[in-house]
């Protein structure tokens, strides 16, 4: 009979990586060690193990004849490349993965049964996949969009997929109408143009007929839309879920993730030029830090609603459009998830990892958000086509490290093998096996959640037609270089929409959300300062429905703001795995580039070294340094920050284009800047204002020169790149504001 090893082609035995054999006992990682497949101390062969002679040349009728169909392994070798490729996914194309575990901190029991949130003594392990939401497989990691965060628990009751995003809430209410966003939002189908971004009509017109995503809006057009890294992004679960206890009692539930490295940005002019110079930009970035053992971190913060506050908020807790406030809902933090491998192999597993919001274990149940409700169908829908066939739970990335036993069969790709005449319950011939689970043994049960209105009825509830309260909330709280990016961004997305009626009806509703907003953005669009009057319609309307009743309605207090929604609560924080480009020119100051380079790794912080060209590069000691980039192989855009070394040679750089655009981008994108002795010269020759090297108050605390690289000048430097980013420099860029 077959076992496990001869259905799989397993790795030569006794060959196991080095990384792997030091791995401690993981049930999802032995899971998929069972299918890697080593090419080392092996031959070449066909799929059917036969050992290939000359893979150089196919099989012809004589040295210049024409190939015969008989070459097996030249037809078995193009077929399977001519079928390498499944269909992406529609939406979240484009991602990243890696594998990790996720621990408890204190026993959740008073709230949910699930295991994994139980026993602060369990590793659980994760897969989570980041992702943009529209463009293509190969499109730039930097575009601005939505970040997918989805998280696969396999935990010891099964799979539970927590599958959220990097903003709080939803474009839409209800499910009806994603696949009409998704169509607006994608290339418009005419010329497939633009790839990977929101600004062009098609979306513009649907967003300003569909008041209900004004707040969603507001994210998208925040810098939230733009993260610095995933490793330095919030993630949701948008929806209010349930969590269950082991008596059967109910709570509302929000999932958020918080990253241990603060929630941080990048500029937008930046987000363009990273397109372009390495379009890989996130998925490097966190492939690079797990590799060098810099694990990214999240806790998992939970917002809990008692039953009895259902109602308590001012907004429905079953519309994906409104987030909980966390002053009225504190976030308990409870766990923490840590990413600590990248995959073996990007389409076995971050390619074919099908996650699915239904993937629940007992003691986390739904609510009836419409949104939600729509998702429990689409996620196994379309895994069906884009996998392939309903055994996609059998490919290794997916399968449960629970054991699962059914009497499902067959379908194409069935691995497993499943002896026996029964494939059927309640049967007799087989002692009624696989039998149910009690919910004492584990067996899930659904809450049972009484309905309050039995009718089949297609409306959307009238506590969901508060549109602006929370897009309002939003653009409150932000600080205001962040409101000025909002805007900005608005001037931007609607600026390359054609249509000028679209224009006109999203500034409109900008004057439901804020004056000034709306004011600034119809400066930047050439229209006409709009007037606070009625709301636009609302043209998400039933042909029978009264547009009236559809119109928006102040339910929550507009003087509400938020201090979570602000990324300035997250500085000054870490530097931990931030970069720092080092411009080295020949003689050039090697104790102070050895002082800075020091200061960051105690920080957890790295410094490379940029040179005018690859190679050496000989210090004022006389000892060479390896240049990891040349001034023409990197770009600032890439760094967190920019040290211009001193030194006799220092000097050349004044007359290098290419260092100028270098040291005048990282100034533009507000990074710290810091020059001592001649690399000041450089700082100078970019027209960057230095100020005097002895003023003990400087203006800018992110632009640091002296004469000479000192412990103190290392210190400014830290310092002022834990602030992350000198907004307050903004204004005297000139921006048009
Ligand atoms: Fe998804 N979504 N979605 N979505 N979604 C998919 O499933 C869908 C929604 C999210 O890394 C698809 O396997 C519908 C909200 C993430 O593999 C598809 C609706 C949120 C990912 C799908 C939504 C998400 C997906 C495409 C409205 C945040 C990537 C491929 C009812 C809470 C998962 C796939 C990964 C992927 C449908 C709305 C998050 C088509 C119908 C809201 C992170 O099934």
Redesign the pocket.
């Known amino acids: 009979m077959c076992s496990m090893e001869d259905m799989v082609p397993t790795r030569p035995s006794g060959r196991r990586p080095a990384r792997r054999a030091a791995a401690p006992a993981d049930p999802k990682r032995a899971q998929l060690d069972e299918y890697i497949v080593d090419p080392r101390d092996a031959v070449l062969t066909t799929n059917h193990g036969v050992p290939v002679n000359d893979d150089q040349n196919s099989l012809k009728a004589g040295e210049r004849g024409p190939t015969l169909l008989e070459d097996f392994h030249l037809r078995e070798k193009v077929t399977h490349f001519d079928h390498e490729r499944i269909p992406e996914?529609?939406?979240?194309?484009r991602?990243a993965?890696a594998h990790g575990v996720f621990q408890v901190y204190e026993s959740l029991a008073r709230y949910t049964k699930a295991s994994f949130l139980t026993d602060p003594g369990r590793e659980t392990p994760v897969f989570v996949?980041?992702?943009t939401?529209a463009g293509s497989r190969g499109s730039t990691d930097l575009a601005r969009d939505?970040?997918?965060?989805?998280v696969k628990f396999y935990t010891d009751e099964g799979n539970f997929d927590l599958?959220?995003?990097n903003?709080p809430v939803?474009?839409?209410q209800?499910?009806?109408?994603?696949?009409d966003?998704?169509h607006a939002v994608k290339p418009e189908p005419n010329n497939e143009i633009p790839q990977a971004a929101s600004a062009h009509d098609t979306f513009w017109d649907f967003i300003s007929l569909m008041p209900e995503s004004m707040h969603m809006v507001m994210w998208l057009m925040s810098d939230r839309a733009i993260p610095r890294s995933y490793r330095m992004m919030e993630g949701?679960?948008?929806?209010t879920f349930r969590l269950v206890d082991g008596k059967g009692g109910s709570r509302f539930v929000k999932f958020h993730w918080k990253p241990l490295l603060g929630v941080h940005s990048v500029a937008w002019d930046e987000a363009q030029k990273i397109s372009g110079v390495d379009p890989d930009f996130h998925r490097r970035d966190l492939w690079e830090a797990i590799e060098a053992g810099a694990f990214p971190e999240y806790e998992l913060g939970l917002q809990i609603i008692e039953e009895k506050d259902e109602f308590a908020f001012g907004f429905d807790l079953l519309d994906?459009t409104k987030l909980i406030p966390e002053e009225l809902a504190p976030v308990r933090r409870v766990g923490k998830l840590t990413l600590n491998r990248n995959p073996d192999n990007f389409f076995a597993e971050?390619e074919q990892?099908?996650?699915?919001?239904g993937n629940v274990v007992p003691g986390i149940d739904f609510t009836n958000d419409?949104?939600?409700?729509?998702?429990l169908?689409?996620?196994t829908?379309?895994?069906l086509l884009?996998l392939g066939g309903p055994n996609f739970h059998e490919i290794p990335i997916n399968r449960s490290t629970a054991p699962a036993r059914n009497n499902q069969r067959d379908g194409f790709m069935r691995q497993a093998i499943n002896p026996g005449r029964v494939s059927y319950g309640p049967n007799s011939l087989g002692d009624n096996q696989p039998a149910q689970a009690t919910e004492r043994a584990g067996g899930y049960v659904t809450f049972p959640e009484a309905l309050q209105d039995s009718r089949k009825v297609r409306v959307r509830g009238a506590s969901f037609f508060d549109h602006y309260s929370q897009a309002r909330m939003f653009f409150q709280s932000q600080s205001e270089p962040e409101r000025q990016h909002l805007i900005k961004a608005l001037r931007f997305e609607l600026g390359k929409v054609q249509a000028i009626e679209v224009r006109e009806r999203m500034v409109a509703h900008l004057a439901q959300v804020d004056a000034t907003l709306a004011a600034r953005v119809a400066k930047g669009l050439g229209l006409p300062p709009p007037l606070k009057s009625e709301a636009p319609p609302n043209r998400s309307v039933p042909a029978d429905g009264d547009p009236r009743d559809f119109q928006h309605r102040e339910l929550a207090d507009p003087s509400l703001t938020s201090t979570a929604l602000t990324m300035t609560s997250h500085v000054p924080g870490p530097i931990a795995t931030r970069k720092v480009a080092i411009l080295v020119a020949d003689e050039f100051d090697a104790k102070g580039v050895a002082m800075v380079l020091k200061a960051l790794k105690a920080e957890g912080a790295t410094g490379h070294l940029v040179g005018p060209r690859l190679g050496d590069v000989v210090a004022d000691d006389g000892k060479a340094s390896t240049a990891e980039f040349s001034i023409f192989t990197t770009k600032s855009v890439l760094f967190d920050a920019v040290f211009v070394a001193g030194g006799d040679g220092a000097g050349m750089w004044t007359t290098e284009a290419d260092a100028i655009e270098f040291v005048k981008d990282a100034y533009k994108h507000c990074k710290a800047v810091a020059a001592t002795g001649a690399g000041v010269d450089l700082l100078g020759a970019a027209h960057i204002p230095v100020g005097s090297p002895d003023d003990p108050d400087p203006a800018d605390d992110a632009t640091i020169v002296a004469p000479s690289a000192s412990a103190a000048v290392a210190r400014r430097l830290v310092a002022a790149m834990g602030e992350h980013r000198l907004w307050t420099r903004e204004p005297e860029l000139h921006l048009p504001l």
């Open positions: 996914r529609v939406v979240h194309a991602g993965a996949r980041f992702s939401v939505v970040r997918g965060f989805a599958v959220g995003n903003m939803f474009f839409i209800d499910a009806i109408k994603f696949p966003l998704i949701f679960g948008v929806h994906p971050t990892v099908a996650f699915h919001i419409p949104l939600l409700q729509g998702r169908f689409s996620y829908d379309t895994q884009r």
